[in-house]
């Protein structure tokens, strides 16, 4: 039997528990990048002090890769993705961009939305590229030294 690559790993988001927060707050970026995302400690931190905050682990088959936020307000309709990151070592596989896929039918199924905004730290290893090529668009807002990018949701 031919063993499987990494790449064929079914990507799932799933909540993050006392058993695997040591795990999960392990991972983390590029030392180039590591200036455009927090720390994974820190988001679960600020995550478990705003109501609003949805986040999940991501897995690829049964192993720790990534970690999401999303803000989101149901009673305004926004959404906005707070954080996105995966784990150095399992970059350029496509985890990045299935999370996205599944945070993006996450929204959908969500109260009003019809975009999904984020936002970036300009830079040359930033995360700004990933973004437009996804299908988000500059906006021309800016959140202190951050640019906003929206991603039309669409029926």
Same mark, same amino acid.
């Given at each position: ?75 305004k309709a926004e959404y906005f993705l707070w954080r996105l990151m995966v784990d150095a070592g399992?970059?350029?596989? *496509? ?8 945070? /993006? &039918? !996450? =929204?959908?199924? @969500? ?23 996804? *299908? ?8 202190? /030294? &951050? !640019? =906003?990018?929206? @991603?039309?949701?669409?029926p």
């Open positions: 039997m031919a063993a499987r690559t990494v790449w064929n790993a079914e990507v799932t988001l799933r909540e993050i528990t006392g058993e695997t927060v040591r795990a999960i707050c392990a991972l983390e970026v590029a030392p180039e990048q590591s200036g455009f995302v927090a720390p994974n400690a820190i988001s679960i931190a600020q995550a478990h002090f705003e109501p609003k905050a949805w986040f999940r682990a991501v897995y690829a088959d049964d192993e720790p890769v990534g970690f999401v936020m999303l803000f989101e307000d149901a009673e399992h970059q350029g596989k *496509g985890y990045g961009r299935r999370t996205l896929d599944l945070v /993006v &039918e !996450r =929204v959908r199924g @969500l109260p009003g939305a019809t975009e999904l905004l984020t936002s970036y730290v300009p830079g040359d290893a930033g995360p700004r590229d990933f973004y437009l090529r996804y *299908g988000f668009v500059e906006t021309g807002e800016t959140e202190g /030294v &951050e !640019r =906003v990018i929206r @991603l039309e949701l669409g």
